[in-house]
């Protein structure tokens, strides 16, 4: 009941940033908890953040903390995640998710995803 629609993947230098966006359609968006996973290839899907569905609590992954933050927009029905000081390492394909599960760090507690966009990082 709820169609994400991930964007803002690209090729961004060691350092560099970049925002990602979810669009979300269907059911409330407000009702669901969002998470960003990441996949890079022969890895397993990897939680990155979390963000309550009120927006008032996220949980980071220690890798990512203190340069990534997750963010949502209501009125727009959109969920972000700014990326700062990617590293080499962390070239993957983003996804976004819904969940009933506020803040859980399991691919399975998620009941819709996004196609997935791609970040690559070059040296």
């Known amino acids: 009941q709820v169609q994400l629609v991930e964007s803002g993947g690209g090729l961004v230098q060691a350092g560099g940033s970049l925002r990602l966006s979810c669009a979300a359609s269907?059911?409330?968006?407000?009702?669901?908890?969002m998470g960003w996973f990441r996949q890079a290839p022969g890895k397993e899907r990897e939680f990155v953040v979390g963000i309550t569905g009120s927006g008032g609590r996220t949980a980071y992954a220690d890798s990512v903390k203190g340069r990534f933050t997750i963010s949502r927009d209501k009125a727009k029905n959109t969920v972000y995640l700014q990326m700062n000081s990617l590293k080499p390492e962390e070239p993957a394909v983003y996804y976004c998710?819904?969940?009933?599960?506020?803040?859980?760090?399991?691919?399975?507690?998620?009941?819709?995803w996004g196609q997935g966009t791609q970040v690559t990082v070059s040296s």
């Open positions: 269907g059911r409330t968006f407000s009702n669901y908890a």
């Open positions: 998710a819904a969940t009933v599960v506020p803040l859980s760090q399991t691919p399975r507690a998620y009941n819709y």
